[in-house]
């Protein structure tokens, strides 16, 4: 390379830059030439030029490292992030269905506490009927009254027509007796005495034809023998013979003889 061309580069410096691109290209194709005919200087290049190579390559792998790094990088992100994403994923579907569980408990407990509540208004109830159901069977029982499965019972100390009798037993708010069973026939025996008494029992409306005077119809009686046997003997008293079971009969209704009353006193309330 001479020394003039090196001083036209120096001297080239207020060109415009495609003027200084073109005297560069024309320097390194003038070294080129000066190289061919220089053994030291084409090997300096030589030399120069693998340095280079070298450097590219290992800027390259540099690179090339780099890259590689920021991938697995990029990926590990990307798996750290959708692990993190189905963790939350499965912890909200956890909570959603704890939510739903108290939800479905809550609903439970409520309607378990409204149940209780009317379990507790009905005992509440039954208490306070029990109560007065007590109240009334000590106040009757002060009053003369017999208590004997679910009824109290009342025999009067005076006589009466049938119709009189009812008439006082409704005033005392209950009705003339009506019996259900054997063993409430036997109580009645023995409540009596040797008193004959006026029963609930009539055919009045229909010759025959038994009521009871809640309107129901006769089913079991306890008729002493040979009874009922009056035409006109529309109503029946008790204790009419000595047989405690088989002792009623029909009798007159304007004839009077003591009563016995009956008031249903179950004792629920």
């Not at 030029?49 to 590990?76: C, D, I, M, N, P």
């Not at 009812?166 to 036997?186: P, T, Y």
């Not at 229909?206 to 089913?219: M, N, P, T, Y």
């Amino acid at each position: 390379m001479s020394l003039s061309v090196y001083d036209e580069v120096i001297g080239t410096e207020e060109l415009n830059r495609g003027d200084r691109v073109e005297m560069v290209v024309a320097i390194y194709e003038s070294a080129d030439a000066v190289r061919e005919h220089d053994p030291n200087t084409e090997t300096e290049a030589v030399n120069t030029r693998r340095k280079l190579q070298t450097q590219q390559a290992e800027s390259h792998s540099t690179g090339s490292k780099r890259y590689r790094l920021t991938a697995v990088f990029l990926g590990l992100l990307c798996v750290l992030l959708l692990t993190a994403i189905t963790l939350l994923w499965i912890k909200f579907n956890n909570l959603t269905a704890e939510r739903d569980q108290l939800h479905t408990s809550n609903t439970n407990l409520t309607v378990e506490r409204d149940q209780l509540q009317i379990s507790y208004t009905n005992l509440t109830a039954e208490r306070d009927g029990l109560q007065r159901k007590l109240s009334e069977l000590e106040k009757a029982t002060q009053e003369g009254w017999m208590y004997f499965n679910s009824s109290i019972y009342y025999i009067s100390t005076e006589t009466k027509s049938w119709s009189k009798s009812r008439e006082d037993c409704r005033e005392r708010g209950a009705d003339l007796l009506i019996i259900n069973s054997r063993e409430e026939q036997k109580f009645i025996h023995k409540l009596r005495g040797d008193r004959w008494a006026w029963i609930g029992l009539t055919d009045s409306e229909r010759e025959g034809v038994w009521k009871w005077v809640d309107g129901s119809a006769l089913i079991t009686g306890f008729w002493g023998t040979g009874e009922p046997n009056g035409s006109k003997e529309h109503c029946v008293l008790t204790s009419y013979m000595s047989d405690p079971v088989k002792n009623w009969a029909d009798f007159t209704c304007y004839y009077q003889f003591v009563w016995i009353c009956e008031k249903r006193i179950l004792m629920r309330g």
